[in-house]
């Protein structure tokens, strides 16, 4: 990374994430095709009334507060400016925004899960405007580490991920992991894990107590995707999964891959797992987590502020990730919330600019911490208590982003790999689909893509 600023926290990242890519950030030059053919910028939002509508995921509880607070913020400070929020859960953007896009009237601002289902698509489809031009004159360029950017970038045709025009940046940072109940862990008479035979082993004690290993919820599929990875990055180590996720080298049928699905299905078939989990909703399992009624809950530090407020509160709860055999630093998934992009039609693309830089810049960030949430740069003054979600959560985030553990969501991989992801863990952890059927149904889905891609 061509930067001499420190960047606090996250200067590790651009190690973690870096991929093989260029250490200038996409688009860095003052004559970027996109600036060229998309006309003269400017931060000036004007005076004429303007309505931005915007479509957001930040629905659980920490992130909507700070996301309203960013947007009255955001009006005050531009008074011409008027905020149409639309907000939906990430399975309900998913299915509803490509259409919402599309359509005759689409939105001016948009979060884009990153990869080729979702922002490829709508790149492909020509349904967001590039902003390496924005990303210059706000300074995007120097606050975000390159490799950060290059995951909220793609070609301009949409066919290669991690290209040279900038699509978003991000306002938050993650991390999946392992939350526990610090009360239950010392009844138990163990320490928080960091490895996946030291979980495996506090489950089966806490099963032995009667008590819930592990609080699982899969009704919207998605939380399939952070448990098989969490469990495979503990098993096959940040660079397996990373060549597999960008298509460097490996294949899902490699032995490692089978033996995280075996891992998931024999934590299934001993009862670590909530009973039918496939029926129970994502915040239903944190929930019963929350309440104290298991020892573990697997999911992303977008829960932190959830959490604080349940019963177990901010020293109740802690949060940990777990180390391959043999590494010195835990790796897990994780990276950067999903992208905010500017749609190609929004016919305010400066005011719509300024808001997409309002809610990420370090003003944002400082919100964001006071909120419960950990930014994407988090500030040099962020120091939380030892001891607490926030302090683990900070502390791990620092570890993995230098350690290089961190690996990008699987559900990147293809344009099709979300929905054959989250499909095939449900047959797992149902018993439909033996360790070995799973993999070779994500294998199928990995040749079939890279064929396509001649």
């Known amino acids: 990374m061509k930067n001499t600023r420190k960047i606090p926290l996250l200067v590790g990242v651009a190690a973690a994430l870096a991929l093989g890519l260029a250490a200038c950030a996409p688009g860095s030059g003052s004559g970027s095709s996109a600036s ?12 004429d009334k303007i309505t931005l509508t915007v479509w957001d995921q930040n629905t659980d509880g920490g992130i909507d507060t700070a996301q309203q607070q960013l947007n009255t913020a955001f009006e005050k400070k531009y008074p011409n400016v008027t905020i149409k929020r639309v907000s939906r859960s990430f399975t309900d953007l998913k299915t509803t925004l490509k259409l919402a896009l599309s359509g005759s009237n689409p939105p001016d601002v948009v979060q884009a899960n990153q990869g080729y289902p979702d922002m490829g698509a709508f790149v492909k489809a020509g349904l967001l405007r590039p902003i390496n031009d924005y990303a210059g004159l706000y300074g995007w360029n ?12 793609f070609s301009s045709d949409g066919k290669t991920w991690q290209g040279d025009k900038l699509y978003g940046v991000s306002q ?3 991390l999946v992991g392992v939350y526990y109940n610090r009360e239950i862990l010392s009844k138990l008479g163990v320490e928080a894990p960091t490895s996946l035979t030291e979980l495996s082993d506090d489950m089966a004690k806490a099963k ?14 998605s939380p399939g995707i952070h448990l098989y990875g969490v469990v495979q990055g503990a098993l096959a180590g940040q660079k397996t999964v990373n060549d597999l996720v960008t298509s460097t080298s490996g294949a899902w049928t490699d032995p490692v891959n089978v033996q995280a699905a075996k891992t998931i299905q024999d934590w299934q078939t001993k009862g670590y797992l909530t009973p039918g989990a496939n029926g129970v909703s994502r915040d239903a399992a944190v929930a019963t987590f929350g309440k104290g009624g298991s020892a573990f809950l697997i999911t992303g530090t977008w829960y932190q502020a959830s959490l604080e407020e349940s019963s177990l509160g901010k020293t109740g709860v802690g949060f940990t990730a777990l180390k391959p055999e043999g590494a010195s630093t835990p790796v897990t998934t994780g990276g950067e919330g999903l992208a905010w992009a500017l749609t190609s039609k929004t016919k305010h693309p400066d005011a719509a600019a300024a808001y997409v830089n309002f809610i990420t810049d ?10 419960g949430n950990l930014p994407t740069v988090v500030p040099d003054d962020d120091k939380p208590a030892d001891g607490t979600l926030a302090g683990d959560i900070t502390s791990h985030y620092k570890t993995i982003s230098s350690g290089n553990g961190i690996v990008p969501y699987l559900d990147y991989t293809t344009s099709t790999f979300y929905d054959t992801l989250t499909a095939a863990m449900q047959d797992l952890v149902a018993g439909k689909a033996t360790p070995e059927q799973f993999t070779k149904t994500l294998q199928d889905d990995y040749t079939k893509f890279q064929s396509s891609r001649g």
Do not use: C, F, M
């Open 172 to 174: 938050t940072g993650e």
């Open 36 to 47: 060229q053919s998309l006309g003269p910028v400017s931060k000036n939002v004007g005076s």
């Open 142 to 153: 120097d606050y975000y580490p390159s490799s950060l950017l290059k995951l909220n970038s």
């Open 362 to 371: 370090r003003s944002a960030s400082e919100t964001l911490v006071k909120t």
């Open 208 to 221: 032995a107590k009667g008590i819930l290993p592990l609080s699982y919820g899969d009704v919207e599929k």
